[in-house]
């Protein structure tokens, strides 16, 4: 009965989303997960992407060496995470297919079809190795059931930037499908974000789930890179994607910077929207060459001005956010979580964050 209220308030809240009032995001707080727990042994660590079902959190690990997913329940009181219980993990093991074998699992997102007791996600794979992007499907034992057909402008690899593909996922408000979205733009469609504004467009595509196929694609403008150079690396792009009403986003861009250590992030939260006027790029093989307009947007919130209410005042490698509870004053929350690359690179954080919703 709890999980069925929970549920019966967001679709209140999504509807009131519907209403013509204007989405805002306010900070609520902070968690930050010790870096040594550890399930089944294997670390927690990774956290690639969320999505909320049936009480339960599921995280996918971003290993390659051994691509997982957890369950978790998340405690919440008086606009806190007082907890993270981190229930069971699950490998992906090739059963009676070589699926996992065969393709490089860089897993970046996952989310869960309740209807038909599935779990969705999305991998990069290796472009420098000549490993395809993929989104696949499998039980919630991690068996592979099936494989989606990506369009065509997702399948020359040689037009793909390496680790800059298939990066977020959401499902879609109106059941039948769910939209992915991409990191980084594809070759011939932009150059990837600078220090000046330039063409950097990257696409989001619609796939139903019964035809297992895209029908409808979209630009979405990268941001230009607001810090100053301090290292080699200079990037930004989507790590992250949430359909709230029909057509509708949180769209998570996350600039990483060399030479600033622990604080080479910027985090910022857009809403973006598909109008009538937005243009369906599904068959256009070159945004370079083509007119088109692009998904309209509007920053929510910008992590470079929360440092004080941040731990350490840093904002981590964020590539994940789902629904999170309904607050106590009836008010939607979103959950971030941050990748912490397993420490590889220096100090990260597992981060997670609450933002509420106020609707204006």
Do not use: C, M
């Given at each position: 009965m709890k999980v069925n209220l929970i549920f019966l308030l967001l679709i209140v809240n999504l509807y009131s989303c519907s209403t013509g009032k204007k989405n805002n995001l306010q900070f609520v707080s902070e968690f930050v997960l010790k870096d040594?727990?550890?399930?089944?042994?294997?670390?927690?660590?990774?956290?690639?992407?969320?999505?909320?079902?049936?009480?339960?959190?599921?995280?996918?690990?971003?290993?390659?060496?051994?691509?997982?997913?957890?369950?978790?329940i998340i405690n919440i009181d008086k606009r806190k995470i007082t907890s993270i219980n981190f229930k069971d993990v699950i490998f992906l093991n090739d059963s009676i297919t070589n699926f996992y074998k065969e393709n490089s699992l860089d897993l970046e997102s996952i989310f869960v079809d309740e209807e038909k007791k599935q779990i969705n996600f999305s991998t990069e794979g290796s472009i420098r190795r000549g490993s395809k992007p993929s989104i696949f499907t499998t039980d919630f034992s991690g068996n592979f059931i099936t494989e989606y057909e990506l369009p065509e402008s997702l399948?020359?690899?040689?037009?793909?930037?390496?680790?800059?593909?298939?990066?977020?996922?959401?499902?879609?408000?109106?059941?039948?499908?769910?939209?992915s979205i991409m990191e980084a733009p594809l070759k011939n469609d932009g150059v990837e974000p600078t220090f000046t504004k330039t063409q950097s467009p990257v696409r989001i595509t619609y796939y139903n789930t019964e035809t297992k196929r895209a029908t409808k694609q979209f630009a979405?403008?990268?941001?230009?890179?607001?810090k100053p150079s301090k290292g080699t690396v200079n990037l930004n792009g989507v790590t992250a994607?949430?359909?709230?009403?029909?057509?509708?986003?949180?769209?998570?861009e996350r600039t990483y910077q060399s030479g600033y250590g622990a604080y080479g992030n910027i985090v910022r939260v857009f809403?973006?929207?598909?109008?009538?006027?937005?243009?369906?790029?599904?068959?256009?093989?070159?945004?370079?060459?083509?007119?088109?307009?692009?998904?309209?947007?509007?920053?929510?919130?910008?992590?470079?001005?929360?440092?004080?209410?941040?731990?350490?005042?840093?904002?981590?490698?964020?590539?994940?956010?789902t629904f999170g509870p309904v607050l106590e004053n009836g008010n939607q929350s979103l959950l971030l979580v941050s990748d912490d690359n397993f420490q590889v690179y220096g100090k990260q954080l597992n981060q997670f964050i609450l933002l509420e919703i106020v609707r204006e």
């Open positions: 040594s727990v550890s399930l089944k042994g294997t670390i927690i660590g990774g956290l690639s992407g969320v999505d909320y079902s049936n009480g339960f959190y599921y995280f996918v690990i971003d290993d390659a060496n051994n691509p997982r997913f957890v369950k978790a399948q020359n690899l040689k037009n793909i930037k390496h680790n800059g593909v298939l990066e977020g996922s959401s499902k879609s408000i109106d059941k039948k499908g769910f939209w979405y403008q990268l941001e230009q890179i607001t994607i949430l359909e709230y009403d029909k057509n509708k986003f949180f769209i998570i809403d973006a929207e598909v109008t009538q006027e937005t243009s369906n790029i599904l068959n256009v093989k070159s945004l370079k060459e083509t007119s088109y307009l692009p998904l309209k947007k509007r920053l929510l919130i910008n992590f470079e001005d929360l440092k004080d209410k941040l731990t350490e005042g840093i904002i981590d490698n964020i590539e994940g956010v």
